[in-house]
């Protein structure tokens, strides 16, 4: 019978943070946080493609102000980060960083931190494909339509010879 090992056992929970010259260690959050953070990211992405937010949307984000939005992401490291009078921006930074870790994974996370807090810019190839225009005319000459349609031919039945008996 095989058997699962312990869950922190290849889950790393703790994001380390280097600022001011010193380690933070931030916790991964509770299960209902981080669904809470999903969805917000979800409502995010969906209002950046355009997408109007809906009333539950709305109730969602605006429940939580920002100090206990960040709480809520930093759990034990927010008083830490307080006590140590990490400067404003610092604090809102490593609470993205967190969100970023808890809904994206350390992958993404890394690249903001990397990045001085930004998001990274698209590489080469991405920003010269977002800017092309064609201005080319169609070169060919479409297909004629399926025959699959939902009218169908008729075929002629071919005369047989029948067997006379």
């Given at each position: 019978m095989t058997e699962l090992r312990e869950l922190d056992d290849f889950l790393n929970p703790t994001l380390l943070v280097p600022a001011n010259g010193k380690e933070y260690r931030i916790a991964a959050v509770d299960a209902a946080t981080g669904l809470r953070l999903q969805k917000m990211l979800t409502i995010g992405?969906?209002?950046?493609?355009?997408t109007d937010p809906s009333e539950k949307d709305l109730e969602l984000v605006s429940d939580e102000d920002e100090e206990s939005f960040f709480q809520s992401v930093l759990g034990d490291t927010y008083a830490e980060l307080l006590a140590d009078k990490i400067p404003y921006p610092g604090l809102k930074a490593i609470a993205s960083l967190a969100m970023i870790w808890t809904t994206q994974g350390f992958d993404p996370a890394q690249q903001y931190f990397?990045?001085?807090?930004?998001?990274?810019?698209?590489?080469?190839?991405?920003?010269?494909?977002?800017?092309?225009?064609?201005?080319?005319?169609?070169?060919?000459?479409?297909?004629?339509?399926?025959?699959?349609?939902?009218?169908?031919?008729?075929?002629?039945?071919?005369?047989?010879?029948?067997?006379?008996?």
């Open positions: 992405v969906k209002a950046h493609a355009g990397l990045a001085g807090g930004k998001a990274p810019a698209p590489n080469r190839a991405e920003r010269r494909t977002g800017t092309r225009t064609s201005t080319a005319a169609a070169t060919t000459t479409p297909k004629a339509a399926s025959p699959s349609g939902t009218s169908t031919r008729k075929s002629r039945a071919k005369a047989t010879p029948g067997n006379k008996s």
